[in-house]
């Protein structure tokens, strides 16, 4: 039983499209976090919910927008893929203590 | 702008090999946490340190916070291959940001 699970495991698509990445957690956790990770293993944080409100917002291009319809879930939306948007992109999510429960990982590559 | 320095970025080695992997900062964190990411999955918490100058130990994996909780390190004694993969160093500044800063992270190979 898959803690915190994000689909899909892989995405490729053409420049322009619009994509949409899943994330659910059944850990009762009420943060939730997107990070994308570059070809490079940076691991940079996106976003970050808490009890479905948003609390971090990094420089992310507006292209970028989370929805989180319930404390379980938290979902990317990217509007206009290009190049530079391939990555991989991790959900996570925490308790208070700040200790991070990554998902797998959705591979974007975008052509 | 926090940062986290790893050191070494890559690490080759052979099987039953000791190694440090170093995380460096000159800010100040409440804890920080070191992950392993293996090939295709998520990173996995493998400790939190909090106290400055505090050593865990996890069976061949021993942790170190530095006394002023600016740095830390990663020792492997008798490295195997199943130790592979990426060592993320994270630190927590407190407060309720809810926000790590992580670390660019050292890939190691342990080849058998």
């Known amino acids: 039983d898959t803690a915190v699970s994000q689909t899909p495991k892989y995405l490729v698509t053409q420049m322009g499209n619009d994509k949409s990445i899943k994330c659910e957690q059944n850990?009762?956790?009420?943060?939730m976090y997107w990070y994308k990770q570059d070809s490079k293993k940076f691991l940079k944080i996106m976003f970050s919910?808490?009890?479905?409100?948003?609390?971090i917002n990094e420089t992310v291009p507006n292209r970028f927008s989370p929805k989180s319809p319930d404390k379980a879930h938290l979902n990317l939306h990217i509007n206009s893929l290009e190049l530079g948007d391939s990555a991989v992109y991790f959900c996570?999510?925490?308790?208070?203590?700040?200790?991070?429960?990554f998902g797998a990982g959705s591979r974007l590559t975008v052509l | 702008t926090q940062l986290l320095e790893q050191s070494p970025q890559f690490l080759s080695i052979q099987e039953g090999e000791n190694l440090t992997v170093y995380c460096n900062s000159s800010s100040v964190f409440s804890s920080l946490q070191w992950y392993r990411q293996e090939p295709g999955e998520g990173p996995v918490l493998l400790v939190t340190?909090?106290?400055?100058?505090e050593v865990k130990k996890l069976k061949r994996l021993t942790f170190q916070f530095g006394d002023a909780r600016k740095d830390s390190s990663l020792h492997i004694t008798a490295a195997q291959p199943g130790d592979t993969g990426l060592y993320l160093c994270?630190?927590?500044?407190?407060?309720?940001?809810?926000?790590?800063?992580f670390g660019k992270g050292t890939l190691l190979t342990v080849n058998p």
């Open positions: 850990l009762g956790h009420d943060t």
């Open positions: 340190v909090v106290t400055g100058g």
């Open positions: 919910y808490n009890n479905k409100e948003l609390i």
């Open positions: 996570a999510s925490s308790s208070g203590a700040n200790v991070l429960t």
């Open positions: 994270a630190g927590d500044s407190g407060g309720s940001n809810y926000k790590l800063t």
